[in-house]
């Protein structure tokens, strides 16, 4: 688990622990980096580093987690403005995250996927809290249809990266569309 502190100096310990670790990895595997390696590279100590991140994986969960306060910044504003389709909603989605191919690949090599469905999940649920009105259900009912959307837009996510890495964004969603049909759920905060 990571754990920075919300101040200047945790923060730029932490930039300096992620720009480090993305350096590496642009001529090591992920599986053979070592703390060593990436305190030397960010050049900061092994306390600094251990203050801040447990473990090598808690760098991919904390970039992870800030794409999910950007998805936020990018897309809720958009929600904000205009009424959004079905389609627009998997556009944007997949958009944003098609964009992070080698940090998704990364989560999934180091078998954090599960990490990032729930994440998605907790984004999902927290972030987007005008939905179970708009699709006129209860808390059970809002329970059972984040769930099921959040797995199924993670795994198709997962799919594009892993088996189609040149779909974009628009002919995901026209699939996902096609297998499971457009509900023309509008969506505006």
């Known amino acids: ?14 930039d300096l622990i992620v720009a480090g670790f993305d350096r ?7 599986e053979e980096l070592t703390i060593t390696a990436i305190v030397q590279e960010a050049g900061v100590g092994r306390t600094t580093f251990y203050r801040n991140f447990d473990e090598k994986a808690d760098i991919l969960l904390y970039q992870m987690n800030m794409n999910f306060a950007k998805t936020y910044e990018n897309i809720i504003p958009i929600f904000e403005k205009q009424v959004i389709t079905e389609r627009v909603f998997l556009e944007l989605f997949f958009s944003f995250w098609l964009t992070k191919k080698d940090l ?26 005008f939905l179970p009105d708009l699709i006129h259900t209860d808390q059970r009912g809002w329970d ?45 905060t």
């Open 144 to 188: 059972y249809f984040a769930e099921i959307r959040c797995a199924m837009l993670s795994t198709a996510l997962k799919v594009a990266v892993l088996s189609y890495p040149v779909d974009n964004a628009k002919e995901i969603a026209e699939m996902l569309i096609k297998l499971f049909g457009n509900k023309q759920l509008l969506i505006k």
């Open 104 to 129: 998704l690949n990364l989560i999934i090599e180091a078998n954090l996927f599960n990490n990032f469905q729930h994440e998605f999940l907790k984004f999902f649920k927290t972030k987007l809290t």
């Open 1 to 14: 688990m990571y754990h920075i502190k919300d101040d200047k100096r945790s923060i730029q310990s932490a």
């Open 24 to 30: 590496l990895l642009s001529n090591t595997k992920y």
